[in-house]
């Protein structure tokens, strides 16, 4: 399958400061991708979709303010967190869908840790 | 919100014996993949399964959809104890943002004991 990589992999932070994650399809281009947020033994849960060249698209309870995308490139969307705070601990997972088959990979993850 | 169910939410069996979990879904969908992780890890894409397709085959995964009672089935042959790890099955559909978005099931965490 394709691969989809994400850095880093994990990041310890202070509260007020901003984290970047980044995201990468490493063996095809994506127009689309997604971030999701995982709590420990819980499911993924949506918070924003990515196309490329455009504004993302938030879920309903994601603040855009705070959880800053960038989809700069048909390879590359980022995500920075915005003067974290310790309840915004999870891990965060990036996705891309492979417009031709439809399926879609899934970086390792970042686990963040805001102190 | 989530849409797909698994069920069972664990499962524990002994190495060599089938492994089936199933996903219960609301509403229509384009396709339904299922995911393996490992705890603490990412996502392994496993299979995907079109709306127009009942069922699908890759190595010891064998994959069913009934789109009439919305609902899929995950089975693992001859389980191994590296099998070990929370399967999730996930419905695609046509979402807010003007593309396919994938929602998650709660996941059934499968140990095989060796």
């Known amino acids: 399958g394709a691969v989809v990589s994400q850095h880093p992999s994990w990041v310890i932070c202070k509260s007020g400061t901003s984290v970047k994650i980044e995201c990468r399809s490493l063996?095809?281009?994506?127009?689309?991708m997604f971030w999701y947020r995982q709590f420990p033994k819980q499911s993924l849960m949506l918070m924003a979709t990515s196309n490329e060249g455009s504004k993302a698209t938030y879920e309903q309870g994601v603040e855009k303010d705070k959880f800053l995308i960038n989809h700069a490139s048909l390879t590359l969307s980022t995500l920075t967190v915005t003067s974290a705070h310790p309840e915004d601990s999870s891990f965060y997972i990036c996705?891309?869908?492979?417009?031709?088959?439809?399926?879609?990979?899934f970086g390792p993850g970042t686990r963040l840790t805001v102190t | 919100s989530q849409q797909g169910e698994e069920d069972p939410q664990a499962l524990s069996i002994q190495e060599g014996e089938n492994a089936t979990m199933n996903c219960s879904y609301k509403t229509s969908i384009n396709n339904l993949q299922w995911y393996r992780q490992n705890s603490g890890r990412g996502l392994v894409h496993l299979i995907l399964?079109?709306?127009?397709?009942r069922e699908k085959h890759s190595g010891r995964l064998r994959v069913t959809l009934d789109t009439s009672k919305k609902s899929s089935s995950l089975l693992i042959t001859a389980s191994r104890a590296a099998d070990t790890a929370s399967y999730f099955c996930?419905?695609?559909?046509?979402?807010?943002?003007?593309?396919?978005?994938?929602?998650f099931g709660k996941g059934t965490k499968l140990s095989v004991i060796p």
């Open positions: 063996d095809f281009q994506a127009t689309t």
């Open positions: 996705s891309a869908r492979d417009l031709e088959s439809d399926e879609q990979y």
């Open positions: 399964i079109r709306s127009n397709e």
């Open positions: 996930a419905t695609d559909a046509y979402g807010g943002a003007g593309s396919y978005q994938l929602t």
